[in-house]
C-alpha cells in the first residue's frame, strides 16, 4: 500500500477566504477539500480559480452532515462544473442514489470519492456496506463514521486490512475517541487523512498532523505509543513525547487514546500493537488491576502513569513520584512541613507516596472524606476537616485538574485559604500559570507550577520504554510550544 496521503479541508463563508485557506494549505498538503456547501453564494469557477495545486470539491448537502441547502439538480451541477474545471476529484455520497451511480458511471469512477457519512455511531454491518459501495467503481471510497468509545474504531481496522488492500479506502473515527485513526492512517490502512481546523469533529491542524505527530514519517511499522485518559483535549504530552522521539531518531509515534474505560483501551491497544501509554485522569487506579507487574511506586500509591507492554502483559510504574519530587525539593526541606494536599484521584496518590517517609505532615482534603482517608493513609497523615484552611499549612498541593484549560478561571481552594503559606504547587500545568498560581501569589506564597513535574515524570518514561537518555530540555521546550497554541 502507498504511503497514506494528506487531504487539508478548508470551509469558508466568503470566497476569497476560501480561496486563501486553500492556497495556504497547498503544497503542505497533498489535496485539499474545497468545501464549496459552505459558501454563502456556492460557485465552483471561484473556488477553483488560481488553484496551485490538487482539489477534491464538496459540496455536502445537510441531510449528510453538510451547508447546502439547495436543491439535487443544483448540487451535481456544482460537481460536474468541478470535473469540467479539472477538479482532481469530487465528493458525492453514497446516499445520493441514482445521481451519485451517474456520476461514477460518466468518469468510470475515475477522480470521484464515493462517500457515506455516520454522526451517531457505527453501522452495524459497515464492512457489508463498504463492500456494496467498493462494487460501485469510485476510486476512492470514504467512509466517515462517529466513534463513541476507543472500540468503535475497530471496525475500521479490520476494513483497512481487510477490503483496504484491494480499494482505496479513506477511513475516519470522528470524533475524539477517534483521532488516533486521524494520524495512523498507516495502520488503519486508510489511503489518506483528513486535516483542517474542526471543519469535522476531531479534525487535527495540518500544522500539528506535520509537525506535532510526523505524519509523513509513519509507516506501518512505525512503533506506537499514547496518552489513556479522558479528556485529553489539553495535554500536551504528545508534543513532548514526539519531539523526544525525533531527537532521538526513533521510528514511533505518541498518540491521543480518549477511552471510555481501562478495557476500552486495552482492545485497541492490542489492535494496534501499542507498546505503551501514559496514564492520566480519571483512569490512574483503574489501569493497576491490568497489570501484570508494577514498581514499588505504584503498589504504594495504588495508581500507575505508565504502561509498558511485553508480549500479552502490561508492566506498570508511577513516575509520577519522583517527577513530583524533583522540583520540590529544590526549593524546600521537607521534614516537618505542614502539607495540605487537595484532591483523592491518581495524581494525589502518587503525591501522597511521594510524600511518605519524608517527615512532611501531610492533611488530605477531597470532597469525599473516605476518599481523603484513603490517601491520607499513603502518606502517614490524616484526613481533613472540609477544605483548607489559612494558617494550617506551609505547603499547598492542588493533586485535582480544577483550574486546567478551558475552564482556567476556577479555584480548587477559596482564596482566605491562601494567606500565611508559604509554597503553593499546583500540578495543574495548563495553563502554565494557573489562576491558583496567581491568586497564591498575590497572597505572598512562592508557586510552583506542573510543568516541572510533567516533564520530569515524562522524561523517565521515555527512558523505560526506549531504554534512550531523554532530551529533557527539549521536551520542555516542546510542551511550552504547545501550550502556546492555547493562548
Known amino acids: 500500500?502507498?504511503?497514506?496521503?494528506?487531504?487539508?479541508?478548508?470551509?469558508?463563508?466568503?470566497?476569497?477566504?476560501?480561496?486563501?485557506a486553500r492556497d495556504a494549505a497547498s503544497g503542505a498538503a497533498d489535496?485539499?477539500?474545497?468545501?464549496?456547501?459552505?459558501?454563502?453564494?456556492?460557485?465552483?469557477?471561484?473556488?477553483?480559480?488560481?488553484r496551485r495545486g490538487p482539489v477534491l470539491v464538496t459540496c455536502r448537502p445537510a441531510w449528510e452532515g453538510g451547508g447546502f441547502t439547495g436543491s439535487e439538480a443544483e448540487r451535481f451541477g456544482l460537481l460536474e462544473d468541478a470535473v469540467r474545471l479539472g477538479a482532481e476529484y469530487v465528493d458525492v455520497e453514497w446516499r445520493a442514489g441514482e445521481r451519485a451511480r451517474a456520476l461514477v458511471e460518466r468518469r468510470n469512477g475515475r477522480g470521484v470519492?464515493?462517500?457515506?457519512?455516520?454522526?451517531?455511531?457505527?453501522?452495524?454491518?459497515?464492512?457489508?456496506?463498504?463492500a456494496v459501495m467498493c462494487a460501485g467503481g469510485a476510486e476512492v471510497v470514504k467512509l466517515?463514521?462517529?466513534?463513541?468509545?476507543?472500540?468503535?474504531?475497530?471496525?475500521?481496522?479490520?476494513?483497512?486490512?481487510?477490503?483496504?488492500?484491494q480499494h482505496a479506502l479513506a477511513l475516519v473515527a470522528m470524533g475524539n475517541a477517534g483521532v488516533a485513526t486521524r494520524i495512523l492512517a498507516a495502520h488503519v490502512g486508510s489511503c489518506w487523512t483528513y486535516a483542517g481546523d474542526g471543519v469535522?469533529?476531531?479534525?487535527?491542524?495540518?500544522?500539528?498532523?506535520?509537525?506535532?505527530?510526523?505524519?509523513?514519517?509513519?509507516?506501518?511499522?512505525?512503533?506506537?505509543?499514547?496518552?489513556?485518559?479522558?479528556?485529553?483535549?489539553?495535554?500536551?504530552?504528545p508534543a513532548m513525547h514526539n519531539a523526544a522521539f525525533r531527537a532521538r531518531g526513533l521510528d514511533a509515534v505518541y498518540v491521543p487514546f480518549e477511552a471510555e474505560g481501562v478495557e476500552d483501551f486495552r482492545l485497541v491497544a492490542l489492535g494496534l500493537d501499542v507498546r505503551g501509554a501514559s496514564v492520566t485522569a480519571p483512569f490512574k487506579a483503574d489501569v493497576v488491576p491490568y497489570l501484570a507487574k508494577a514498581d514499588r511506586a505504584t503498589r504504594q500509591a495504588g495508581a500507575a502513569n505508565t504502561i509498558r507492554v511485553r508480549g500479552d502483559d502490561w508492566e506498570g510504574r508511577n513516575t509520577d513520584v519522583e517527577g513530583f519530587l524533583d522540583p520540590l525539593r529544590r526549593r524546600v526541606a521537607l521534614g516537618g512541613?505542614?502539607?495540605?494536599?487537595?484532591?483523592?484521584?491518581?495524581?494525589?496518590?502518587a503525591v501522597a507516596a511521594a510524600l511518605a517517609g519524608t517527615g512532611?505532615?501531610?492533611?488530605?482534603?477531597?470532597?469525599?472524606?473516605?476518599?481523603?482517608?484513603?490517601v491520607a493513609a499513603i502518606a502517614g497523615g490524616r484526613a481533613g476537616d472540609g477544605s483548607p484552611r489559612a494558617g494550617e499549612w506551609d505547603l499547598l498541593v492542588n493533586a485535582t485538574p480544577v483550574g486546567t484549560h478551558p475552564d482556567s478561571g476556577e479555584l480548587p481552594v477559596d482564596r482566605a485559604?491562601?494567606?500565611?503559606?508559604?509554597?503553593?504547587?499546583?500540578?495543574?500545568?495548563?495553563?502554565?500559570?494557573?489562576?491558583?498560581r496567581r491568586a497564591a501569589g498575590a497572597a505572598g506564597c512562592a508557586t510552583l507550577g506542573g510543568l516541572d513535574m510533567l516533564v520530569a515524570q515524562a522524561a523517565r518514561q521515555f527512558e523505560w520504554w526506549t531504554g534512550a537518555d531523554a532530551p529533557a530540555g527539549l521536551m520542555r521546550a516542546a510542551a511550552e510550544r504547545a501550550l502556546l497554541k492555547n493562548e
Open 144 to 165: 466517515a463514521v462517529t466513534a463513541r468509545r476507543l472500540g468503535d474504531t475497530l471496525p475500521l481496522l479490520a476494513l483497512g486490512r481487510g477490503l483496504g488492500r
Open 337 to 349: 512541613l505542614r502539607v495540605a494536599l487537595v484532591g483523592a484521584g491518581g495524581a494525589a496518590r
Open 31 to 50: 489535496l485539499v477539500e474545497v468545501r464549496l456547501d459552505r459558501l454563502e453564494r456556492p460557485e465552483a469557477a471561484g473556488a477553483l480559480a488560481g
Open 113 to 130: 470519492v464515493l462517500s457515506f457519512h455516520d454522526f451517531e455511531g457505527v453501522p452495524g454491518d459497515l464492512e457489508g456496506l463498504a
Open 360 to 374: 512532611a505532615r501531610v492533611t488530605v482534603h477531597a470532597r469525599r472524606r473516605d476518599a481523603a482517608a484513603a
Open 200 to 237: 469535522a469533529p476531531g479534525q487535527i491542524p495540518l500544522r500539528d498532523l506535520l509537525e506535532t505527530y510526523s505524519f509523513r514519517a509513519i509507516t506501518p511499522s512505525t512503533a506506537i505509543y499514547g496518552i489513556l485518559g479522558r479528556p485529553l483535549g489539553h495535554s500536551v504530552s
Open 417 to 436: 485559604a491562601l494567606p500565611g503559606g508559604r509554597l503553593v504547587y499546583d500540578l495543574v500545568y495548563n495553563p502554565p500559570v494557573t489562576a491558583l
Open 1 to 20: 500500500m502507498a504511503r497514506p496521503l494528506i487531504c487539508a479541508t478548508v470551509a469558508e463563508t466568503r470566497l476569497e477566504a476560501l480561496r486563501e
